[in-house]
């Protein structure tokens, strides 16, 4: 075998390997190393190096063992019983000096890393998990912006501790001279925080500046203002441009998200089994399968709502199709819904802010119950949500308007056609 045979023993540890290979037929030692976010790394040696093949394996050792992200549950929850146990001893006054030693070598050793880890490691590392789970196009915005935010800073090997809220607020600063929009801000602003509390969660800082700015920072905070919901004259119009669509399954999603406030994604999963306005309360059953947060729930509705409801369902469907069957899969319905949604509202002349839907009815039907126990089943969140952000929004006398809305006159003399493939699949 060509190259010096060495006598030392390969190295044969937890996140990293030394064994022998072969490339392209040349012998060599291969280091087969696990990194961070676990997947692994290959990195070869000439069968003379095996000493450093050794070293650079025991390098990444040390390394994974110090990331506490990486560790098992079983590490973790031995650490904890491990520290809890040292100082029971410190309470009890035994002397244990080399265990605290061996902690507080560790303790350093992680925060020396914490000041040696830079902006830039902290960006690739995000980027590098983010692959796995964003779209790309989500992921191109993304590295974008954290390139753009790493561009702007003082120096290009700034470590993360040093990052505070002034840097981030100069590295910024091109937005507000360009006249960027306040929500524009706001969403760079939750780029950068995403990347931070990733950071914070690695142990590579102590703390997210850009959460803190955010809270600081009159009007940025896109998650502190109060939503926007529609005027009972704004939702009868779109109600008349629903009322004139050519396809009345689309606009039967539609007008439920905009009466009753389900989620576009639970308003796709329906079907029109699930619409049950014969029962003495007539409500839509929502089973946990389809609902977001994997519990069931019954959302009631209330005053004319059950036949404006009742007059938008097509005259020839299956009960146990889909309201939306017409669409391959779910994205296909979810893309269309917002077709129709913007379509509907150019057509009514109404601005339709994010999720403007579902606040109009968390707003309307807060006012109309006084109940927030009951309107927070309703709507499937928490009753402290529904009072933080819908109390005092709407008056009880537009609230009654809401629910008293009449049917439009266009679906009085609405015929369906005699087949209809998305309501007889």
């Known amino acids: 075998m060509p190259g010096k045979r060495s006598k030392a023993i390969p190295y044969r540890g937890h996140s990293a390997t030394v064994t022998r290979s072969s490339v392209r037929g040349v012998e060599c030692w291969r280091v087969l190393s696990r990194l961070y976010s676990g997947r692994r790394r290959s990195k070869y040696y000439p069968l003379d190096q095996l000493r450093e093949a050794n070293d650079y394996a025991r390098a990444q050792e040390r390394a994974i063992q110090l990331d506490g992200t990486s560790w098992s549950e079983a590490e973790k929850v031995?650490?904890?019983?491990?520290?809890?146990?040292?100082?029971?001893e410190r309470a009890a006054g035994r002397n244990v000096p080399a265990l605290l030693q061996v902690l507080q070598a560790a303790v350093r050793t992680i925060e020396k890393r914490r000041q040696a880890a830079t902006v830039?490691?902290?960006?690739?590392?995000?980027?590098?998990?983010?692959?796995?789970?964003?779209?790309?196009?989500?992921?191109?915005?993304?590295?974008?912006?954290?390139?753009?935010?790493?561009?702007n800073l003082p120096a290009a090997?700034?470590?993360?501790?040093?990052?505070?809220?002034?840097?981030?607020?100069?590295?910024?600063?091109?937005?507000?001279?360009?006249?960027?929009?306040?929500?524009?801000?706001?969403?760079?602003?939750?780029?950068?925080?995403?990347?931070?509390?990733?950071?914070?969660?690695?142990?590579?800082?102590k703390q997210n500046p850009a959460k803190l700015?955010?809270?600081?920072?009159?009007?940025?905070?896109?998650?502190?203002?109060?939503?926007?919901?529609?005027?009972?004259?704004?939702?009868?119009?779109?109600?008349?441009?629903a009322a004139q669509h050519s396809d009345k399954a689309e606009a039967l999603h539609f007008v439920i998200g905009?009466?009753?406030?389900?989620?576009?994604a639970e308003r796709c999963r329906l079907q029109y089994q699930d619409i049950r306005l014969d029962e003495p309360r007539p409500y839509i059953n929502l089973p946990a399968t389809k609902a977001k947060t994997k519990r069931a729930r019954q959302v009631f509705i209330h005053g004319s709502h059950v036949q404006i409801i009742r007059s938008f369902i097509p005259r020839r469907h299956l009960p146990g199709s889909l309201i939306m069957a017409g669409h391959a899969n779910e994205k296909a319905q979810k893309e269309r819904a917002i077709v129709v949604q913007n379509a509907l509202a150019k057509a009514a002349g109404v601005t339709l802010p994010r999720n403007v839907l579902r606040h109009t009815a968390a707003s309307?039907?807060?006012?109309?119950?006084?109940?927030?126990?009951?309107?927070?089943?309703?709507?499937?969140?928490?009753?402290q949500m529904l009072i933080t952000h819908y109390r005092?929004?709407?008056?009880?006398?537009?609230?009654?308007?809401?629910?008293?809305?009449?049917?439009?006159?266009?679906?009085?003399?609405?015929?369906?056609?005699?087949?209809?493939?998305?309501?007889?699949?």
């Not at 490691?121 to 935010?149: C, D, H, W």
């Not at 801000?185 to 950071?199: K, N, W």
């Not at 700015?213 to 109060?226: H, I, N, Y």
């Open 258 to 264: 905009l009466l009753t406030g389900i989620r576009s």
């Open 364 to 383: 309307y039907l807060c006012a109309y119950l006084e109940s927030m126990s009951a309107a927070a089943l309703n709507l499937g969140h928490s009753e």
């Open 78 to 88: 031995a650490m904890r019983y491990w520290r809890e146990w040292v100082n029971s």
């Open 120 to 151: 830039e490691q902290g960006i690739s590392n995000y980027l590098a998990e983010a692959e796995a789970r964003m779209k790309p196009t989500r992921l191109a915005l993304v590295r974008s912006t954290l390139a753009k935010f790493a561009a």
């Open 213 to 241: 700015l955010l809270r600081t920072m009159g009007g940025t905070d896109t998650k502190g203002t109060q939503p926007t919901f529609l005027q009972v004259a704004e939702v009868q119009s779109l109600l008349h441009a």
């Open 392 to 425: 005092a929004l709407v008056p009880h006398a537009e609230a009654v308007r809401f629910f008293s809305l009449p049917v439009p006159e266009t679906l009085a003399t609405y015929k369906p056609a005699s087949k209809r493939k998305a309501a007889s699949r």
């Open 157 to 205: 090997d700034m470590s993360l501790a040093e990052v505070g809220e002034d840097a981030i607020r100069n590295a910024l600063a091109f937005m507000v001279s360009n006249n960027a929009a306040q929500s524009t801000r706001a969403h760079y602003l939750h780029i950068i925080s995403a990347m931070f509390a990733r950071a914070v969660e690695r142990g590579l800082c």
